[in-house]
């Protein structure tokens, strides 16, 4: 009787653990009575009838990289789905571009179950229809444009996968937030290839770089001739008006001079003498230049000989009375003597 009594009670302790379940945070539990679909059991704790209701299981799928690097794909059954936004990341795969270039891309889709109950009944394996519905939409987006173009065009490449499975699996009850293509490997031939065109495009740039590099140096060295030029002009003529400027002053201060000598020597002389007295100390000063010459003889006009009786009187000019009683001496017209002449 006893050992029934322990049968009995181990059987309902057995039927209430299955009864009894404790849901975590950010997930849930889709629950069937008499295999169909009744709730969906949230985070906490919840009971469920005894052989009458029942969690529903889903198959999940999904690869994991081993040691060696390579990505394995392991499959499973659970009777909970995580709310959380989850990585579907799978192998690269060989995608034909439409100028007949296979490459291998590698992409990876980031997911959230909006709706547990579609994802549990609108799809069998929501990860790998996933998967699938991935693969298809790159082979179909790479395959309309070229190999250059699939390099360049990442950001349009994602864009356009993820509004396409978006609008595919928009009834199996999932939020596709991004679609990423993580690497994209072209042959080795024709990696090789780019980096020969690379390098190419490369040095071109660095040989136009240079050459403008030049053509500014030139430039630069032409200006600075041109304004060292100009500054040379500049300076030669600042120094030409200088010159002239203390040239005219010098001649000024000159006349000044002069002027100020004829005012005084007119004031020293009678009235109406200063003219005479300075013709005859300009003919004085004429004289030695005159004489100066191969020849002995100097011959003077006859204008020029009351010029000189006028020099005669200069000396009485300078007397103090003004006049002198002794006689003049007469000069004769014509030539004069080897000699200097002497009034």
């Not at 140096?217 to 120094?239: D, F």
């Amino acid at each position: 009787m006893e050992y029934f009594v322990g049968i009995v009670a181990l059987g309902i302790g057995v039927v209430l653990a299955k009864s009894i379940r404790i849901i975590g945070q950010a997930e849930v539990m889709v629950v069937e009575r008499l295999g169909r679909f009744n709730r969906v059991a949230r985070s906490g704790l919840n009971i469920l009838i005894p052989f009458i209701e029942r969690p529903r299981s889903i198959d999940v799928r999904y690869f994991e990289a081993d040691v060696t690097g390579l990505k394995k794909m392991i499959a499973s059954t659970v009777s909970r789905i995580d709310l959380r936004e989850q990585v579907l990341n799978f192998p690269s795969q060989p995608v034909i571009t439409k100028d007949n270039v296979t490459i291998d891309i590698d992409a990876v889709l980031y997911y959230r179950v909006a709706d547990p109950q579609k994802a549990t009944y609108a799809v069998q394996n929501l990860p790998f229809a996933l998967e699938t519905l991935t693969r298809t939409t790159l082979r179909n987006i790479v395959g309309e444009i070229e190999l250059d173009q699939t390099l360049a065009s990442r950001d349009m490449i994602n864009k356009k996968m993820r509004e396409v499975i978006e609008e595919a699996s928009i009834g199996w009850g999932v939020d596709v937030t991004r679609v990423e293509l993580q690497s994209i490997e072209p042959p080795r031939d024709i990696q090789q290839s780019m980096e020969l065109q690379m390098r190419a495009e490369r040095e071109r740039r660095a040989a136009v770089t240079n050459a403008e590099a030049s053509k500014r140096a030139a430039v630069l060295e032409a200006e600075g001739l041109r304004e060292s030029q100009i500054r040379k002009a500049e300076g030669e003529k600042e120094a030409a008006i200088l010159r002239a400027q203390g040239l005219a002053e010098a001649r000024l201060a000159m006349a000044d001079a002069e002027a100020e000598a004829v005012r005084r020597i007119a004031a020293a002389l009678p009235p109406g003498e200063a003219a005479t007295y300075l013709l005859g100390l300009k003919y004085l000063e004429a004289l030695p230049a005159l004489a100066q010459g191969k020849g002995t003889t100097v011959f003077l006009p006859s204008e020029a000989t009351g010029v000189l009786g006028a020099i005669g009187g200069i000396k009485e000019l300078l007397k103090a009375g003004g006049s002198s009683s002794e006689p003049q001496p007469q000069r004769p017209s014509g030539a004069l003597g080897s000699g200097p002449f002497v009034p």
